[in-house]
């Protein structure tokens, strides 16, 4: 009984102790630079981009680095638009989370740097970096250990 009374009281008091700084977003993604764009877009294979001009948040997805459009090679170029339609796919699935709160950290450039999930009803979460290296669109954790995309 008192154990159950202790379980009880850690989980009354853990989101004091750990806050919970997910934001749940349920928007549509468009791609950027399509006529039309959406307020919602895919930027590349691990960015995102919120709103239009000076009031743009760019939105650096952590976790998993993927290839870039201007790639040093075709293949490279080839996979970078693989991941970035997979990416897109992934966040017009349904409604996810990401981490970071109201006032996340920022990259070099000034991207907004975030963690996303997808919480099942099960319990299970869904990790989107482990969805992007699973597919072999992306590269894993940092330090990166730089794939040869043109190889």
């Given at each position: 009984?008192?154990?159950?009374?202790?379980?009880?009281?850690?989980?009354?008091?853990?989101?004091?102790?750990?806050?919970?700084?997910?934001?749940?977003?349920?928007?549509?993604?468009?791609?950027?630079?399509?006529?039309?764009?959406?307020?919602?877009?895919?930027?590349?294979?691990?960015?995102?981009?919120?709103?239009?001009?000076?009031?743009?948040?760019?939105?650096?997805?952590?976790?998993?680095?993927?290839?870039?459009?201007?790639?040093?090679?075709?293949?490279?170029?080839?996979?970078?638009?693989?991941?970035?339609?997979?990416?897109?796919?992934?966040?017009?699935?349904?409604?996810?989370?990401?981490?970071?709160?109201?006032?996340?950290?920022?990259?070099?450039?000034?991207?907004?740097?975030?963690?996303?999930?997808?919480?099942?009803?099960?319990?299970?979460?869904?990790?989107?970096?482990?969805?992007?290296?699973?597919?072999?669109?992306?590269?894993?954790?940092?330090?990166?250990a730089r794939?040869?995309?043109c190889g």
């Amino acid at each position: 009984m008192l154990a159950l009374g202790v379980i009880g009281i850690w989980y009354a008091a853990k989101p004091l102790l750990e806050p919970d700084d997910w934001v749940k977003v349920g928007a549509p993604f468009g791609m950027c630079g399509e006529r039309g764009r959406p307020h919602h877009c895919v930027s590349d294979g691990d960015t995102v981009t919120i709103g239009f001009g000076a009031n743009a948040r760019r939105i650096r997805l952590t976790g998993f680095d993927a290839p870039e459009t201007a790639g040093r090679c075709e293949a490279e170029s080839a996979q970078a638009i693989l991941a970035e339609r997979a990416l897109q796919e992934w966040l017009n699935r349904g409604p996810f989370e990401w981490d970071g709160g109201s006032n996340p950290p920022r990259d070099t450039y000034g991207r907004e740097l975030r963690e996303v999930r997808r919480l099942h009803g099960d319990g299970r979460d869904e990790r989107l970096a482990d969805y992007m290296v699973g597919s072999g669109l992306a590269e894993g954790e940092e330090p990166w250990a730089r794939n040869d995309w043109c190889g």
